[in-house]
């Protein structure tokens, strides 16, 4: 048993590995007797009279023709790409007296199936995803008979050149050229017409020359003539052969005879006489009724177009809701920021920002350069909630916030619309390899300037605005590197849970005040705890959370909790500053982020007191309370923190994990230190 099917195997494996053809001229009169040489796919069939039709007159079908084995088209030594031409007749007879489609092509491509191709426009050789990639090694001359805008073609009757795309690189409308008559004579590819095709490449010219004619004698001028070194859009072996399609109309498209030779020199050229007989076209006796069923066709095609367009205009018409209309800042035609950002192109995308994709663009008619956050949100109650509180904060102005110019509704998309931030954002220019380092000055001002853009929020607004997001990736840097918040209020469209009881904890790891998680209530003073991380993180220049670093300095706040009480609190200074920075100042950093990131929220103290602090206007206390997760509150951890409760799950379990790597003793340590130092907090600071 074993042996036979070891055997079975053997001529299962011989038979599937592609032989390279030895031959380098091949020669079909006639497809009779070419199974062996010649393999089908899809709707292509070897008629009896030997005739090979690619594709019948039925929608959207594919049609693949190729020479079974592979050709060597490139030197492999030098690896350029061989010359070659080829002849052929076809014949493309339409469904409807010249109204037909999709068209045809002469192909090299790696397989011979061409898996994942699609019919119509893509003739069969690529799909949209994989069209126009240079890793398809597909070369294709096109007959195409459908004038496809998408892919720039001139008209629906063109010959075009195709490199690993059907936007062609060169095309010119069908034609022949008779001998002695330099004028054009005008063809059309679907008359139903037996027509000869020579393709001509020569390697060492590096062109690509392509004949039509009517008569079995080859012009001696080309219709198309493209200079191109095929070598790096072809593998050295190929299928070569054929490949059509039809889409919503529909053609029979037929193939009389090949030949083909690879080197230089002349193809064997066909003799029209002795080819297979044409296809009868097939005749309506009834002229009449086809003038009928062309003209309902048209008059059907006309009606669905019309449809489509109502609909299609209909669909996308900006919808201007009655509560819409009372909102506040200035509400943004759609049209206006498509065209601003042309389109929404990606090549406009500056980056994915807290919560959707953040454009670049130009306002038409103003000329101003903004910022567009596109944000997709399904809930229409959401959105509205949101939109009233764009109301609010679409009028807070302050030189240290990002001005929010307007917006604009789509369907479930909401789109801002800011002033554009040229220098990023400040995580950018803190972490991994910035391209440029901040000095301690430029990072000073920062600090001062999003102090100064939160307390306006806090305490000087007409009212109190939480932004519940703060982090350096929400600190925007203006030309002159002025710190700017950005993105305030905007977590508040996600924080309501599908369940309007609850409420899901917005924010980033690492910024999230602890009560956060137990009372699910931002307050000023989880901004004020969200602020001491930053502090540090542009004290230090790490991330507040840093996964990567040594396990006892993994938390920020707790590796510089360390070294402030060993007394060396400067070691933790961002290295990238090179021991250039104000001591002074620094310190004050430093200190102020450990105090705002006191566990306890009232232990923190007030963005009026930070700012008095870094103003110099009020000198910090000498002893300051421990930041949180020091204070031993290991087992209470997580206990009834309700929903969101994973997020201090993790916080608390990087903690702890820490822990366990350091000796009891410190840890007992510390629990004395704080009960004496806690006495020393601010207190009667109110949380809003
Ligand atoms: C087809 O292949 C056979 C060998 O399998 C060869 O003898 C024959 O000449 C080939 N026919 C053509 C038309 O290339
Ligand atoms: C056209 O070809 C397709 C696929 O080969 C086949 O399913 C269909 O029946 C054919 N239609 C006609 C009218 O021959
Ligand atoms: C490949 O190129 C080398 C160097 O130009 C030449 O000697 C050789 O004959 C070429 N081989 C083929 C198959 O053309
Ligand atoms: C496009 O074709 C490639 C093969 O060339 C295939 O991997 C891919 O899945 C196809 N994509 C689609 C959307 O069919
Ligand atoms: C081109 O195709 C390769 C492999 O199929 C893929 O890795 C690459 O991302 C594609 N490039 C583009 C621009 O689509
Ligand atoms: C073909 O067109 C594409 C896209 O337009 C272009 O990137 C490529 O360089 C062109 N190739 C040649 C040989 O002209
Ligand atoms: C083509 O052939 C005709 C005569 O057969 C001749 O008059 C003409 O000069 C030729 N043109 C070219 C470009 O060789
Ligand atoms: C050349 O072809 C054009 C267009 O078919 C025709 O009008 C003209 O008479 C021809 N000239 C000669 C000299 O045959
Ligand atoms: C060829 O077609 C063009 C445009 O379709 C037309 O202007 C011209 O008259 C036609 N020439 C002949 C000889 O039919
Ligand atoms: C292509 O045509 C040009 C003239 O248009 C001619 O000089 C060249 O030799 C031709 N090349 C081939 C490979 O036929």
Redesign the pocket.
């Known amino acids: 048993m074993a042996p036979k099917l070891y055997f079975l195997f053997w001529v299962f494996f011989f038979s599937m590995v592609p032989f390279p053809s030895q031959s380098q001229e091949l020669f079909f009169n006639g497809f009779q007797h070419s199974s062996n040489n010649i393999s089908l796919n899809g709707a292509a069939e070897i008629e009896s009279n030997g005739i090979l039709r690619l594709t019948n007159d039925t929608s959207r079908l594919i049609g693949h023709a190729f020479h079974t084995f592979p050709i060597r088209l490139k030197n492999s030594s030098t690896g350029k790409a061989l010359s070659f031409s080829t002849n052929f007749a076809f014949c493309i007879v339409p469904e409807f007296q010249k109204l037909g489609g999709h068209g045809f092509a002469f192909a090299m491509a790696p397989s011979k199936e061409l898996?994942?191709?699609l019919p119509s426009q893509y003739l069969g050789l690529l799909?949209?995803?994989?069209n126009g990639n240079l890793t398809?090694h597909v070369f294709a001359v096109e007959f195409d008979t459908v004038r496809d805008f998408e892919f720039g073609d001139i008209n629906d009757n063109h010959v075009g050149v195709d490199l690993d795309s059907l936007v062609s690189n060169a095309s010119v409308p069908v034609a022949y050229f008779i001998d002695g008559n330099s004028t054009a004579q005008n063809l059309t590819l679907q008359s139903g017409r037996t027509i000869l095709a020579w393709i001509d490449y020569d390697s060492a010219d590096n062109q690509l020359n392509v004949t039509l004619s009517l008569s079995s004698k080859k012009s001696n001028r080309s219709i198309l003539s493209f200079g191109v070194d095929l070598s790096p859009y072809l593998n050295e072996f190929m299928y070569v052969g054929f490949s059509a399609s039809t889409g919503l109309l529909a053609s029979s498209h037929y193939l009389m005879g090949w030949s083909f030779k690879v080197g230089d020199g002349e193809v064997r050229s066909l003799d029209l006489s002795s080819l297979p007989a044409l296809p009868v076209p097939k005749k309506t006796n009834k002229p009449l009724i086809l003038g009928l069923s062309i003209s309902a066709f048209f008059v059907s095609i006309f009606a669905v177009l019309t449809a489509a367009y109502v609909f299609w205009k209909w669909k996308n018409r900006d919808v201007i809701e009655p509560w819409e209309r009372e909102i506040g800042p200035h509400r943004f035609p759609y049209e206006e920021l498509k065209k601003a950002t042309k389109g929404f192109s990606s090549k406009e995308l500056l980056g994915f920002g807290g919560f959707g994709r953040v454009y670049k663009g130009i306002l038409p008619k103003s000329n101003t350069q903004i910022a567009i956050k596109r944000i997709s949100h399904e809930s229409k109650q959401g959105l509205q909630e949101f939109l009233s509180e764009i109301a609010t904060i679409g009028r807070v102005r302050h030189r240290n916030l990002v001005q929010l110019l307007g917006w604009c509704r789509r369907r479930g998309d909401l789109l801002l619309v800011y002033d554009l931030m040229p220098n990023g954002s400040l995580d950018k220019l803190l972490f991994d390899e910035p391209k440029i380092i901040l000095s301690w000055d430029q990072r000073f001002k920062i600090i001062e300037g999003v102090s100064s853009g939160l307390l306006y929020l806090h305490e000087e607004w007409e009212k109190t605005v939480i932004h519940r997001d703060i982090k350096a990736g929400n600190v925007l840097l203006d030309a002159d590197l002025n710190g700017r918040l950005g993105d305030f209020g905007l977590a508040k469209l996600y924080e309501r849970g599908a369940n309007p009881s609850t409420t899901r904890v917005m924010g980033t790891m690492g910024y999230l005040a602890p009560e956060l998680t137990k009372t699910g209530k931002p307050t000023t003073c989880s901004d004020v705890y969200a602020f001491g991380a930053l502090l540090l993180e542009v004290a230090c220049g790490r991330r507040p959370i840093d996964p990567k670093a040594m396990p006892e300095e993994l938390i920020l706040v707790d590796f510089v909790w360390d070294r402030w009480r060993e007394g060396a609190i400067l070691e933790v200074m961002d290295p990238k500053l090179k021991g250039q920075y104000n001591e002074m100042e620094a310190m004050v950093v430093l200190k102020l982020g450990l105090m705002c990131s006191a566990d306890a929220p009232l232990a923190r103290p007030t963005m009026r007191q930070v700012d008095r602090y870094l103003q110099g206007e009020m000198s910090l206390p000498e002893v300051i309370p421990p930041p949180g997760g020091y204070a031993g509150k290991k087992g209470e951890s997580g206990s009834g923190s309700g929903d969101g409760g994973g997020f201090e799950d993790y916080l608390h379990s990087y903690r702890s994990s820490y822990f366990e790597k350091t000796s009891t003793v410190s840890t007992a340590v510390d629990i004395e230190a704080s009960s004496s130092l806690s006495l020393s907090l601010p207190t009667s600071v109110e949380c809003r």
């Open positions: 898996p994942g191709a799909n949209s995803s994989d398809n």
